[in-house]
Every structure is written in structure tokens, then in C-alpha cells.
């Protein structure tokens, strides 16, 4: 049994890619993808698929969809500065876990 990795990306957090095709490019988590450490990201790791006619897609075609990028190659955008930052963890007032960026020392919502 393989050792479940405790991920600081989450869905629905602005990330910038650091490594790879995508460069530079920013966008939102929309999945997660923790057995494969992997995420998709809104409009980052674009591939092209062909699809054959259905009743969806009528004409079939060649289609955009965003690939699966590896956690490794994503930093947390800081919700202050807008710069990427490493993510830690902190109790609030509330005695409960919470994740921060590590340059402005700011929670990540």
C-alpha cells in the first residue's frame, strides 16, 4: 500500500506553472488528481484530442483540453503579492489548521 502524500495544492487555488511546455502561465486548480500528484489547471497543459461524431460533438473534430501537470512543476500564487510562495501551515484564533504563504505570512482561503 502506497503512502498518501498530504498535497499543498488544492482545487480552486491560483497557481503558476514553474516548469515545462506552460511555463509562466497562470490559472486555477480544477482538479486534483493526489494518487498521481498531479493537477488540471484552467487553460494551462493544453492537448489536442480528436474526437469521432456523437451527439454532443455532432462534426467530431479536433478538440482543446487541458492535461494533467505535475504537482512539482505549480506554485501557489500569493494572495497579497501576487508573487508564487511556498505554502505552511499555522493555527488561527480559532486553535484550527490553516494554510499560509510563507512570504507574506498571509491565509490562503
Known sequence: MEKKIKLKIR?????????????????????????KNRAVVEGVNLISKHTKPNAANPNGGIVKK????????LALVDPKTGETTR????????????????????EIK
Open 11 to 35: 482545487k480552486g487555488d491560483l497557481v503558476k506553472v514553474i516548469a515545462g511546455d506552460s511555463k509562466g502561465q497562470q490559472g486555477k486548480v480544477t482538479e486534483i488528481i493526489a494518487e
Open 66 to 73: 487541458e492535461a494533467a501537470i505535475h504537482i512539482s512543476n
Open 87 to 106: 505554502v505552511g501551515r499555522k493555527k488561527n484564533d480559532a486553535g484550527k489548521l490553516v494554510r499560509v504563504a510563507k512570504k507574506s505570512g498571509e
